[in-house]
């Protein structure tokens, strides 16, 4: 079984600049998540999809930030325009999702690490 | 609301001794808990999860945890280090949805020949 498949891995660009990520789930999960992982730090939830639904995306910032997850699949996350402080990795995983309770267990990708210079 | 804090950015052992990483959890309700190892440039891997069965949990690698209610902790153990047990380790708390996946900020392992 494949695994969350994230692209790219790394990026470099100058700030302003847009940037978007891609996340492709493990056939089957329902839910996606995006998560920020600043250097040094643990994961923060930016947001999440049951299905094609951003359920909770509270700590997306909205005025440079979006995300979709047509057709309740892939997921794109976009950054425009890029700020220096956006330099972290950002990780995508998924999960079978709220139905499966506690042991709801996240997969994770590899990230995509992003340098903004 | 949950969360938890890891005790000690960086832990440094000498291969072959205990590891002990620590994990402390606040949780309004009774909370699902789990440890990920990442390894540098890698996405996190699932080591072990708690969910309220027994309260020694093994995972892969040798390690194992132990929830104890009382102390609101987590700790993550393994007998003997080996060299490839450097990495960083998270412990994460969820509620009972399990949807809301909540990291500490990781305890990087450095083992010592």
């Known amino acids: 079984e494949a695994g969350v498949v994230q692209s790219p891995r790394y990026k470099i660009i100058e700030k302003k600049q847009p940037v978007a990520f891609w996340c492709n789930p493990i056939s089957g999960h329902n839910t996606l998540y995006w998560y920020r992982q600043n250097l040094g730090q643990g994961p923060e939830l930016l947001i999440r999809y049951e299905n094609e639904e951003a359920v909770d995306d509270s700590q997306l910032p909205k005025d440079r930030f979006s995300a979709e997850r047509l057709k309740g699949v892939d997921s794109t996350l976009k950054i425009q325009p890029a700020e220096l402080g956006d330099s972290a990795v950002y990780l995508c995983?998924?999960?079978?999702?709220?139905?499966?309770?506690?042991?709801?267990?996240?997969?994770f990708g590899a990230g995509s690490r992003l340098t903004v210079l | 609301a949950q969360s938890v804090t890891q005790l000690g950015s960086h832990v440094s052992v000498s291969e072959g001794a205990l590891v002990l990483l620590r994990c402390n959890y606040s949780s309004s309700v009774p909370p699902y808990l789990f440890w990920y190892v990442q390894y540098p440039n890698q996405g996190l891997q699932l080591l072990l999860k708690?969910?309220?069965?027994?309260?020694l949990v093994k995972g892969i690698n040798g390690f194992e945890a132990e929830f104890k209610k009382s102390e609101t902790s987590f700790h993550l153990t393994k007998p003997s280090a080996h060299m490839s047990d450097a990495a960083e380790y998270f412990c994460a708390v969820t509620g009972y949805a399990g949807n809301m996946l909540t990291f500490g900020g990781g305890t990087r392992l450095m083992v010592k020949p």
């Open positions: 708690y969910t309220s069965a027994a309260t």
């Open positions: 995983a998924s999960s079978l999702g709220q139905g499966a309770g506690g042991a709801n267990v996240l997969t």
